[in-house]
């Protein structure tokens, strides 16, 4: 849910929950600590992992190069190591359940804007024209054709894979647009198989992202695994008989 957010709004919020983590740790432990020192230091130590993160670094480099400067900086300002144990465990879990309230807040909201919207009915009919030729319209009202022979409209088959590449860029779109990622194009392709016998559903899906602009490579690889596992419910769908691979090729990206 947070990884949905903007890049700014995110330092922002490690920024804030370090500083909090750091302060109120060393508190605990000291009370004679001057909270606005361990504030500061909270908001150095974070802004040391984001210039590590920045660098392309795995996430066990984030999270583990900084912990040299941690040790010093306890020191620094405890020195004894029985409460420098005692402050490290305390600033770490109150970070990890200051994320967790903010990640169920997030969550609960999403959920009350849902259920805000409405779970509305979706209607669709089709009408025939002729041969295996049929005019379709939707709740939204837009006519599209579907023809079964492909001489005059796409496929229902074909119009499922259009569906699935249109939810998935629909997804990808907005994540990035919310991590306000540069993106000057976004093109999504889909490959698929068919079982042999009737009903022919489709077995195996690859998904091809072509994604223009000078956008993170993290941001957009995080919203395709967003779609994928979370948002898109074609793909929730098509998942049921089909193994749904990925690919992203990056046009001039950092």
């Given at each position: 849910?947070?990884?949905t957010?903007?890049?700014?709004?995110?330092?922002?919020?490690?920024?804030?929950?370090?500083?909090?983590?750091?302060?109120?740790?060393?508190?605990?432990?000291?009370?004679?600590?001057?909270?606005?020192?361990?504030?500061?230091?909270?908001?150095?130590?974070?802004?040391?992992?984001?210039?590590?993160?920045?660098?392309?670094?795995?996430?066990?480099?984030?999270?583990?190069?900084?912990?040299?400067?941690?040790?010093?900086?306890?020191?620094?300002?405890?020195?004894?190591?029985?409460?420098?144990?005692?402050?490290?465990?305390?600033?770490?879990?109150?970070?990890?359940?200051?994320?967790?309230?903010l990640?169920?807040?997030?969550?609960?909201?999403?959920?009350?804007?849902?259920?805000?919207?409405?779970?509305?009915?979706?209607?669709?009919?089709?009408?025939?024209?002729?041969?295996?030729?049929?005019?379709?319209?939707?709740?939204?009202?837009?006519?599209?054709v579907?023809?079964?022979?492909?001489?005059?409209?796409n496929?229902?088959?074909e119009?499922?894979l259009?569906?699935?590449?249109?939810?998935?860029?629909?997804?990808?779109?907005?994540?990035?647009?919310?991590?306000?990622?540069p993106?000057?194009?976004?093109?999504?392709?889909?490959?698929?198989?068919?079982?042999?016998?009737?009903?022919?559903?489709?077995?195996?899906?690859?998904?091809?992202?072509?994604?223009?602009?000078?956008?993170?490579?993290?941001?957009?690889?995080?919203?395709?695994?967003?779609?994928?596992?979370?948002?898109?419910?074609?793909?929730?769908?098509?998942?049921?008989?089909?193994?749904?691979?990925?690919?992203?090729?990056?046009?001039?990206?950092?």
């Amino acid at each position: 849910m947070l990884g949905t957010l903007p890049a700014p709004i995110l330092l922002d919020i490690a920024i804030i929950f370090t500083a909090l983590s750091w302060g109120l740790g060393m508190y605990l432990v000291d009370r004679k600590v001057h909270l606005f020192a361990s504030l500061a230091i909270g908001c150095f130590v974070c802004l040391l992992g984001y210039s590590v993160e920045s660098l392309g670094a795995p996430l066990w480099v984030v999270v583990a190069a900084p912990i040299p400067l941690d040790i010093l900086l306890l020191w620094y300002v405890l020195r004894k190591p029985r409460k420098m144990l005692l402050a490290y465990p305390a600033i770490w879990a109150i970070y990890v359940v200051l994320h967790v309230v903010l990640t169920k807040t997030q969550e609960a909201k999403a959920l009350i804007e849902d259920r805000q919207s409405g779970f509305t009915m979706t209607e669709a009919k089709t009408s025939w024209v002729q041969n295996h030729r049929f005019d379709g319209t939707a709740s939204s009202g837009h006519t599209i054709v579907v023809d079964g022979d492909k001489a005059a409209g796409n496929s229902p088959m074909e119009l499922v894979l259009i569906g699935l590449c249109g939810c998935t860029a629909y997804d990808v779109v907005s994540i990035l647009g919310k991590k306000r990622e540069p993106f000057t194009s976004i093109e999504v392709r889909a490959q698929a198989e068919r079982a042999p016998d009737p009903p022919s559903v489709y077995t195996e899906i690859k998904l091809t992202y072509r994604v223009g602009g000078k956008v993170s490579r993290k941001a957009v690889e995080d919203a395709v695994r967003l779609s994928k596992e979370k948002y898109c419910s074609v793909s929730a769908m098509l998942e049921k008989t089909a193994k749904i691979t990925t690919q992203i090729e990056f046009l001039n990206a950092e």
